[in-house]
């Protein structure tokens, strides 16, 4: 095990020798400290990868592996934040977790505006929250080649009917007609080849990605019945699907009966994390509201109620009661402020955060790098697995077949 400056030593001791070399060096303290980070980082990743194997009587007991994404087409808004990232964050201490930047599945309606600098701000955006590089594994998903290589295999084994009967295709096609690509298709089982790479426990998603996941672990049932029917053991696992209950599905501001989405063309339909105090209070003043007297969940008239009223839940931390008693007697007048006052303390400390990570661009590419070292390294083996399965002649099949001959 070599730390970046080719020490042997690990974690503590190496820290300290790496800034030591880093003061020799003249690297600035703050680079030195994240090469530190992530030679601890890197050693983890290596020691798991060849002396762990999973589920041995050796290895240390394993968390349970969690996968997920967001893409990176627009801000992040409150819906992906308290829909999935939130929820990553929370989990990130009990389980080792994947997770990527889709970028792929951001072209598949035409060409993304300023990718780039998009899948550098989701990631900057994860950071922000609360997720740790130091924890969790956080990549690119384009930069990881397996994701595209595992999907053509199990378009090989996904019924084309399958795909037919899923929802976002439909509605998003529905707006683009004949020209709606193989790719918007298809999207689903790139989506399943980003999940069962990882063979995670579980994956948690909002409520919009519920037919997604379902699809995938169709799809890794398929190929195991297919590939691995009397082997000792399955290629994938099939990963359960976790959603929370009050946030799974965040509604926009504009149309309680519509989730906030990146893709609505009202800006003021959702809270983006990046926006500043004055716009969060601005756009929650401008919420469509209704004339009913009082406050409450769960009327199927009042879908606007409703979803303030959770979205007030959540970024206090109140219970379903808590939030009862104190606002079931308020108007909108009075509501409002409090709830956008409750955003803004939510929000704003991760928007500073946000901020001041994009003015280190070179660190956000030193955590994707450290990423994609280790999700490549995990991906790969799960393709070799499948590449075996499938029968192909493999490079490592060919380097055997060339020893024969020499010996
Ligand atoms: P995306 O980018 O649309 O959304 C990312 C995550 O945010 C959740 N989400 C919401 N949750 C609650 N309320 C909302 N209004 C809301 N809007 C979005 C989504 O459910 C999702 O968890 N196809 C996926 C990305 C993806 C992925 C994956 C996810 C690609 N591969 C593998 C998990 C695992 C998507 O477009 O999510």
Redesign the pocket.
Known sequence: MRCWFGHTSPNLACRMTVAFCGALHRVPLGAVLRRANRCRFLATATETATTAPRGTASAPPRLPRV?????P?GNL????Y????QTWVEAQERTESYL?V?DM?AVTTGPSKALRQATLSAAAMYLACGIDPERCVIFA?SQVGAHAELMWLLSCVTPHGWLNRMI?FKEKAKKQGETASMGLFS?PV??AA??LLYRPDY???????RQ??EL?RDIAKRYNDLYCAGKDRNTFNVPELRMTKS??????LDDGTT????SAENDGSRINMTDTPDVISRKIKRSKTDSFVGLEFGNPQRPECDNLLSIYQVVTGKTKDEVVDECSHLNWGKFKPLLADALVEHIDPIRCRYEELMKDKAYIVDVLMDGYEKANLQAIRTLDRVKKDVGFLTLGDMRKIQKKRKV
């Open positions: 996968l997920s994404g967001v893409q087409t808004h409150l819906g992906n308290l829909g999935a990232v990527a889709v599945h998903q976002q999207y790139l989506q980003d999940v994956v948690p998603v909002g409520e919009d990605q997604h996941i995938a946030s799974a599905r965040v509604m926009a989730k906030m989405s990146k």
